[in-house]
C-alpha cells in the first residue's frame, strides 16, 4: 500500500484538516488490506468506494452507515463446501471494513458489478454552511 504526502493540499485548503488527517489514517491496517479498495474522487461533492468483493454474492455483503462511520461487511455462509486446494490465491475469508465519513458525506446508493462494490457517496452542504455575501457597512 503507498502513502501519499497530502501536506501541499494543506497550504492551499483551509478546514479540511480533518478530512485530510481521516484519509491519511487507516482503520483497515488491522486486517491485512483484505479487501482491496479504491476512493475516487468523482468531481467536487461526490466520491465512490469501489471493494474487490470477488466470490461474494450480493446476499453476502451488508453495507451500514451510521454516525460518520461506513461499514462494509462481506460473510459466507458457514457452511460451506470442504474443497482441497493444490494452489488457493483467491482470499475467501469474512471481513469487515470500516470507512471514517467527514461531516455532510451521505450514501447515495450502492451497486455490485464484476465482483466490485461500488458505493457512491455525496457531500451535501445545509444552507446555514454555504459561503453567503456580507455587505460592508458605510
Known amino acids: 500500500m503507498r502513502n501519499f504526502d497530502l ?7 483551509i478546514g479540511f484538516d480533518r478530512l485530510f488527517n481521516l484519509l491519511e489514517s487507516n482503520p483497515n491496517q488491522a486486517n491485512g488490506g483484505y479487501p482491496p479498495y479504491n476512493v475516487e474522487l468523482v468531481d ?24 460518520n462511520m461506513l461499514i462494509v461487511r462481506g460473510a ?17 475469508r469474512n471481513f469487515e471494513r470500516k470507512f ?17 462494490l461500488s458505493i457512491d457517496l455525496e457531500r451535501i452542504v445545509p444552507e ?11
Open 7 to 13: 501536506s501541499p493540499l494543506y497550504r492551499s485548503s
Open 44 to 67: 467536487e461533492n461526490h466520491y465512490r468506494i469501489t471493494i474487490a468483493v470477488a466470490g461474494f454474492s450480493q446476499s453476502e455483503l451488508e453495507i451500514t452507515a451510521h454516525d
Open 76 to 92: 459466507h455462509p458457514d457452511e460451506q463446501p470442504e474443497r482441497k486446494y493444490l494452489y488457493q490465491g483467491i482470499a475467501e
Open 100 to 116: 471514517q465519513l467527514a461531516d455532510h458525506i451521505v450514501v447515495r446508493d450502492a451497486r455490485l458489478e464484476l465482483g466490485l
Open 128 to 138: 446555514e454552511a454555504k459561503p453567503r455575501r456580507i455587505e460592508i457597512l458605510k
